[in-house]
């Protein structure tokens, strides 16, 4: 009998973690999907006076939001091409990516300071991975935080434990969940596990995994997407 193939841990929340699953599936690799974070939703008022504009940070937020809020009549600026796809999907019609992190999101914004005649709103998490708000006021934008959404740790499945030794690759898309994998690999290290994060804060969050032997090795995509990330499967 032919050994399977080795596997890829997909660790990011749903609904982005199947979407990710399909990608990978399209590449002909084996997948495991046990998100460590689950995202619950948060129900704000929210108040849209004086608001000129939306950013968003995540599909979550997009889609936070959405269930929220009827009105799509301000224009989006949105952190990558997921996220500005899932603005388009909900009904915005003026949208634009910055095509890579938060701070790739407050230059964009920033540059286009002359043309928003009111505040910037951020929906997103109660705790954001990036300080959007705080580089967006730096700049001199007037700008507000709306919490939609809260994300939470979970543990792998004992299945998923079990198969540490034979995975090929673990996918982390965000600090908090590299921070909950390294918090698993002090009971269950994975010598031979690839860590593939989507930016170099990412890596940060697991600490020093690779060189205390609970990883394999930590790599960074060289451009905070996912199609960057997932490039990193074929070197």
């Keep these: 009998m032919v050994a399977a ?3 890829i841990w997909v660790t990011r929340a749903s609904p982005g973690a199947e979407e990710t699953a ?3 599936r399209a ?8 998100p460590l974070l689950a995202v619950v939703p948060l129900t704000p008022s929210i108040d849209l006076d004086g608001v000129a504009a939306l950013a968003f940070t995540s599909v979550n937020g997009v889609e936070a939001f959405a269930r929220l809020s009827a009105d799509r009549s301000r224009p989006v600026f949105a952190v990558g091409d997921r996220t500005a796809r899932a603005a388009r999907e909900a009904g915005f019609a003026e949208v634009v990516s910055a095509d890579g992190d938060v701070e790739a999101l407050a230059a964009l914004i920033a540059s286009q300071a002359g043309r928003i005649a009111g505040a910037v709103l951020n929906p997103g998490a109660k705790e954001p991975a990036g300080d959007l708000v705080s580089l967006l ?3 001199g934008l007037t700008v507000r935080r709306a919490a939609v959404y809260r994300t ?3 543990e792998p499945q004992p299945d998923t434990l079990a ?3 034979t995975m090929a690759a673990v996918l982390l898309h965000s600090p908090r969940a590299a921070a909950q994998l390294a918090k698993v690999l002090k009971a269950h290290p994975a010598p031979s596990l690839r860590a593939l994060c989507l930016s170099p804060s990412v ?3 697991l600490g020093t995994a690779d060189q205390d032997g609970r990883l394999a090795s930590v790599t960074s995509a060289p451009h905070p997407t996912e199609t960057a990330l997932l490039d990193l499967l074929t070197l």
């Design 152 to 154: 939470v740790e979970r």
């Design 203 to 205: 890596a940060m969050a």
């Design 163 to 165: 198969q540490l030794g």
């Design 27 to 34: 590449m002909s690799l084996p997948v495991l999907v046990d």
């Design 5 to 7: 193939a080795p596997r």
């Design 137 to 139: 006021a730096a700049a």
């Design 22 to 24: 399909e990608r990978l």
